[in-house]
């Protein structure tokens, strides 16, 4: 296993949308591995294979206090919604440091294949279904700083590119 460099906001190749996994091979598992390496390493919550510059649709997520909870969605299709909506706050690792308030459904459900190759169908409620919604917006091509106002955003596009630069504010 080995841990994968994770984009930063605004690398562009964030933006890319990542296209449908053929299948799961060994490679696909290989990089489901690394994945969940790289995302307890980080000590996310969830990470998309376009965070670490694979532009294929494929998530990872645990959200369990213990870490042993992992969940792996290929392809992942959201297939129902909730009506009600909420405010949540959201952070991202390839957003370090920023955390801010988004709506989204409150519980959906979604199909996808699991690691195996599997097709399943997860119901998600809070937590959890946020992960899953700001996670498949990643493969998208979207950021949850997307949502914000552009002041805002632009705040945090410059502070970004400060840390990159290695500055301090
Ligand atoms: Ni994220």
Redo the contacts with the bound molecule.
């Keep these: 296993m080995a841990l994968l460099p994770i984009l930063c906001y605004p690398d562009p190749k964030l933006h890319r949308i990542a296209s449908p996994v053929p299948g799961v091979d060994a490679s696909v598992r290989r990089l489901i591995a690394d994945m969940l390496e790289t995302m307890y390493d980080a000590k996310g919550i969830?990470l998309?294979a376009t965070?670490v510059d694979v532009h294929q649709r494929l998530i990872v997520i645990d959200i369990s206090e213990q870490r042993d909870q992992p969940l792996v969605l290929v392809n992942p299709g959201i297939t129902w919604t909730s009506a009600e909506k909420k405010l949540n706050e959201e952070g991202?690792?390839?957003?370090p440091g920023i955390y801010d308030g988004v709506e989204r459904f409150d519980a959906v459900a979604v199909s996808a294949l699991d690691r195996d190759g599997k097709a399943r169908v997860v119901e998600a409620s809070g937590l959890l279904a946020v992960c899953i919604q700001?996670?498949m917006d990643?493969l998208m091509g979207r950021?949850?700083v997307e949502y914000l106002s552009p002041l805002k955003r632009n705040r945090i596009k410059t502070k970004m590119r400060k840390l990159q630069r290695g500055e301090r504010d």
Excluded: K
Excluded at 92 to 95: A, G, I, K, T, Y
């Design positions: 969830g998309a965070q991202c690792l390839s957003v700001h996670e990643h950021i949850f």
